[in-house]
T-cell receptor, first 114, second 117 residues
Framework: DGGITQSPKYLFRKEGQNVTLSCEQN?????MYWYRQDPGQGLRLIYY???????QKGDIAEGYSVSREKKESFPLTVTSAQKNPTAFYLC?????????????FGQGTRLTVV | AQTVTQSQPEMSVQEAETVTLSCTYD???????LFWYKQPPSRQMILVIR??????QNATENRFSVNFQKAAKSFSLKISDSQLGDAAMYFC??????????????FGQGTTLQVKP
C-alpha cells in the first residue's frame, strides 16, 4: 500500500544534540513538507521541497535543516540551535500539479527534550 | 499573505445530531483550494473534504458537507448524524491553486470536537 512513513514515533533529545527525523513516501509525489504542531496551534511549515535536490525554508526554519537526495525521502534534522524543539512533527507529500494535489500525512514523530 | 482562522477552539455535539465548524480565511487570490482535515487521538491527519474555489457547488462526502461562501471568505464544515468516531481535532487549510505553486498548506488553529453519547 502506498503511503508515508515517519520514524521514529517517539524521540528523545538531550540538550545540545542534533537529531534526525525520517520521512519516506512511496506515492511517487514530487513535493514533500515538514510541519510542526504545538498544543493549541495549527501546523506550521518548517521546510518544503518540490523536486529532488531542491528545498525552501518555510515559516519557522530556524534551527532545522533538511535534505532531498532522493524523491522518496525527506529527512529533517533538528539542530542544537533550535531552542524549543519539543513538539509533534508531521511530514506530508503531494503531487505538484494536477487536480488531486491534496497532501497526505505520515503518522508523526513526537520529539521531547530531556 | 494568506491566513486561516478557526474561531471555535472547542465544540461539542450529541451523538446523531448535527454540528457546524467555522472557518474564515483571507486571500487576494481568486483560485485556490480549501480543505478540512481530521486529527483523531492517534494524531494521523486525515483528509475529510476538499473544495475548489472555482466551483460554486458545495462539496459533500457522505455525512460531511461544506458551506463555501467565496465572497465572504467563509468555509464551514457540517457534520450530520454525528458519531462517536467523529471526535477529533479538525483543521481548516488553504492552498494556492495556480500552476507551479509550492503546494504549501496554511492551517487554522484547529477545533476540538467532542461527541457525547
Amino acid at each position: 500500500d502506498g503511503g508515508i512513513t515517519q520514524s521514529p514515533k517517539y524521540l528523545f533529545r538531550k540538550e545540545g544534540q542534533n537529531v534526525t527525523l525520517s520521512c519516506e513516501q512511496n506515492l511517487n509525489h514530487d513535493a514533500m513538507y515538514w510541519y510542526r504542531q504545538d498544543p493549541g496551534q495549527g501546523l506550521r511549515l518548517i521546510y518544503y521541497s518540490q523536486i529532488v535536490n531542491d528545498f525552501q525554508k518555510g515559516d519557522i526554519a530556524e534551527g532545522y535543516s533538511v535534505s532531498r537526495e532522493k524523491k522518496e525521502s525527506f529527512p529533517l534534522t533538528v539542530t542544537s540551535a533550535q531552542k524549543n524543539p519539543t513538539a509533534f512533527y508531521l511530514c506530508a507529500s503531494s503531487r505538484r500539479q494536477g487536480k488531486n494535489t491534496e497532501a497526505f500525512f505520515g503518522q508523526g514523530t513526537r520529539l521531547t527534550v530531556v | 499573505a494568506q491566513t486561516v482562522t478557526q474561531s471555535q477552539p472547542e465544540m461539542s455535539v450529541q451523538e446523531a445530531e448535527t454540528v457546524t465548524l467555522s472557518c474564515t480565511y483571507d486571500t487576494s487570490e481568486s483560485d485556490y483550494y480549501l480543505f478540512w482535515y481530521k486529527q483523531p487521538p492517534s494524531r494521523q491527519m486525515i483528509l475529510v473534504i476538499r473544495q475548489e474555489a472555482y466551483k460554486q457547488q458545495n462539496a459533500t462526502e457522505n455525512r460531511f458537507s461544506v458551506n463555501f461562501q467565496k465572497a465572504a471568505k467563509s468555509f464551514s464544515l457540517k457534520i450530520s448524524d454525528s458519531q462517536l468516531g467523529d471526535a477529533a481535532m479538525y483543521f481548516c487549510a488553504y492552498r494556492s491553486a495556480p500552476s507551479g505553486n509550492t503546494g504549501k498548506l496554511i492551517f487554522g488553529q484547529g477545533t476540538t470536537l467532542q461527541v457525547k453519547p
